[in-house]
């Protein structure tokens, strides 16, 4: 389990240990050697620092917001209307077979596709 680290734990050089590099890629079921989780704990240094940063700021007088845009649904009305003829609907298809659209199978491997 990760615990919290004193003030002078956290200034020290390192802010995250190969072990808790380790125990994080276990939770995420990711499987690394020694050197990818050296790489990684060297990674992760700078993303620590930044949000340290981040978790500095005075955000006490910004609204919360779940979307960087304001969003608003654009809805019409549901209305019935004339469907398509069925010769436009497949006038441009390459094959038909009658009123429906015809296409190769993809389910399957080669011995499948002869068919």
């Known amino acids: 389990?990760?615990?919290?680290?004193?003030?002078?734990?956290?200034?020290?050089?390192?802010?995250?240990?190969?072990?808790?590099?380790?125990?994080?890629?276990?939770?995420?079921?990711?499987?690394?050697?020694?050197?990818q989780l050296r790489k990684l704990t060297g990674e992760l240094e700078p993303i620590l620092d930044y949000v340290a940063q981040l978790t500095s700021l005075d955000v006490s007088g910004v609204k919360p917001m779940e979307h960087a845009t304001t969003?608003?649904?654009?809805?019409?009305?549901?209305?019935?209307?004339?469907?398509?003829p069925l010769e436009k609907v497949l006038q441009n298809a390459p094959e038909t077979d009658g009123a429906f659209f015809k296409v190769p199978k993809i389910i399957g491997g080669e011995e499948d596709s002869a068919g």
Do not use: G, P
Request: glycine share 0%; aromatic share 4%; net charge negative.
């Open 1 to 35: 389990m990760y615990k919290r680290r004193s003030m002078a734990e956290e200034q020290s050089k390192s802010r995250i240990t190969l072990d808790e590099v380790r125990h994080v890629a276990v939770l995420a079921r990711l499987a690394f050697n020694e050197e």
């Open 71 to 84: 969003l608003v649904n654009v809805m019409r009305e549901d209305v019935v209307e004339a469907s398509l």
